[in-house]
């Protein structure tokens, strides 16, 4: 199993709404990333978490919120998000850190109203 | 400035041309990956570099450390082809290059 998969694929919700996006990986992986894509911008990199541990956060506003439950599983917690939140959330995964390829999911596109 | 530019910006061909995207950076590096993102939002990884040239079927990407620039190749080019192709290195973050968007027209 060489896959990445996200959940939802796509999401509405409100700004008062409480939502979590969802990435798993059986690949074995350590190492476990969140993105954030405008359309026609290369993706910004959020979190990372190494061995289930939070080891980048590149400034990212406390709504949103990560977590990783075990190895496998990466989620990610919204609330009261903004319109201009709105874009492709896109999980990743790699063996380790740093020096591997990085395998990514197909994105969940997240629109907030 | 971008810690990462590649060009061209947009690029198109006529399939079977061959066609090359380029990336420099300006930062010291332990890897530099090659991504293509297909409309539609999956992003595949193509290559990761550190040092001299991979191929993989009709790709070949090369890095030249010393220089800070990496190319990306694609030989025998075909509409399937089309896709945005992007430029990350790795140093204590990330940065991404800003994209090259490919259309091969049969």
């Known amino acids: 199993d060489t896959e990445v998969t996200q959940t939802p694929k796509h999401l509405v919700m409100g700004m008062t709404n409480k939502k979590s996006l969802k990435c798993e990986q059986h690949?074995?992986?350590?190492?476990m990333y969140w993105y954030k894509q405008k359309a026609k911008k290369p993706p910004e990199l959020m979190f990372v978490?190494?061995?289930?541990?939070?080891?980048i956060n590149e400034s990212v506003p406390s709504r949103f919120s990560p977590e990783c439950p075990n190895s496998s599983l990466l989620n990610l917690h919204l609330h009261a998000l903004q319109p201009e939140d709105s874009a492709l959330y896109l999980c990743a995964s790699s063996p380790q850190d740093r020096g591997y390829e990085q395998y990514f999911g197909p994105g969940t596109r997240l629109t907030v109203t | 400035k971008n810690e990462v530019e590649q060009s061209p910006q947009n690029l198109t061909a006529q399939e079977g041309e061959f066609i090359t995207i380029n990336c420099s950076y300006s930062?010291?590096?332990?890897?530099l990956h090659w991504l293509q993102q297909h409309p539609g939002g999956g992003i595949v990884s193509l290559f990761m570099l550190s040092s001299g040239k991979k191929k993989h079927g009709r790709l070949i990407a090369t890095i030249n450390i010393q220089e800070k620039h990496s190319s990306l190749h694609i030989t025998a080019s075909h509409p399937r082809d089309s896709a945005v192709y992007i430029c990350?290195?790795?140093?204590?973050?990330?940065?991404f290059g800003t994209g090259t968007s490919l259309t091969v027209i049969p």
């Open positions: 978490y190494s061995y289930e541990k939070l080891s």
């Open positions: 990350a290195v790795r140093f204590h973050q990330f940065y």
């Open positions: 930062v010291g590096i332990s890897a």
């Open positions: 690949m074995g992986h350590r190492a």
